[in-house]
């Protein structure tokens, strides 16, 4: 099972939004809704953000939100902050028990 | 408040065996899917594998890198959840998460650093 496609990098000035694509195949994000999203601070462990294409967990700011379209999924990040400087990965079921992650997204705030 | 806490990491040489642990409280352990998560250093998270509740046939499910490998378990008794990994390769020093989900994981341990090296 190959890694989900990500950008490397993305990045926005304070207040602006920034969104981050995950590319898949019709064997994982086209063929279900179960694609979450993941920040990560350098030497922390992963949180939760967006679960099933685009609920959030109680807790997560509204600022965050994800969406699908085909095999690409979407996570936008609206008014950045300093601190939503992170990695960012998406995750996929990917049929049979199985699960995939993407390759990871550095977002800066400029 | 939900905790998971890892321990058993270390250093082991290519071939060995390790034991990590997941404790888990403040969470009905019992009822929960949990997963094993890894991150090499520098590099990205990949997902290791799966042991459902037994409720739901408790079954586990792993990734091709470590399947006949790793192997899974869980004592419901203990709030626990365990990875055996035996014929350890250079290529499984990672960091070794565990969290309660599958496809959503919600919580996550602060993860025990497993490196192979000779």
């Known amino acids: 099972q190959s890694a989900l496609t990500q950008p490397p990098s993305a990045s926005g000035s304070p207040g602006q939004s920034v969104t981050i694509s995950c590319t898949g195949t019709?064997?994982?994000?086209?063929?279900?809704?179960?694609v979450s999203w993941y920040q990560q601070h350098p030497g922390k462990a992963p949180k939760l953000m967006i679960y099933e294409v685009s609920k959030r967990p109680s807790g997560v700011p509204d600022r965050f939100s994800g969406s699908k379209s085909g095999n690409t999924a979407s996570l936008t990040v609206s008014g950045l902050q300093a601190e939503d400087e992170a990695d960012y990965y998406c995750?996929?079921?990917?049929?049979?028990?199985?699960?995939?992650f993407g390759i990871g997204t550095k977002v800066t705030v400029l | 408040e939900v905790q998971l806490v890892e321990s058993g990491g270390g250093l082991i040489k290519p071939g060995g065996s390790l034991r990590l642990s997941c404790a888990v409280s403040g969470f009905t352990f019992t009822n929960g899917w949990m997963s094993w998560v890894r991150q090499a250093p520098g590099k990205g998270l990949e997902w290791v594998g799966l042991i459902k509740a037994k409720n739901d046939g408790g079954t586990t499910h792993y990734a091709a890198p470590v399947k006949d490998r790793f192997s899974i378990s869980r004592d419901d008794s203990k709030n626990t959840l365990y990875l055996q990994m035996n014929s350890l390769k250079s290529e499984d020093t990672a960091v070794y998460y565990c969290?309660?989900?599958?496809?959503?994981?919600?919580?996550w341990g602060q993860g025990t650093l497993v490196t192979v090296s000779s």
């Open positions: 995750s996929s079921y990917a049929g049979i028990n199985n699960l995939v």
């Open positions: 969290t309660i989900g599958f496809w959503n994981g919600r919580n």
């Open positions: 019709s064997s994982d994000v086209g063929g279900y809704n179960y």
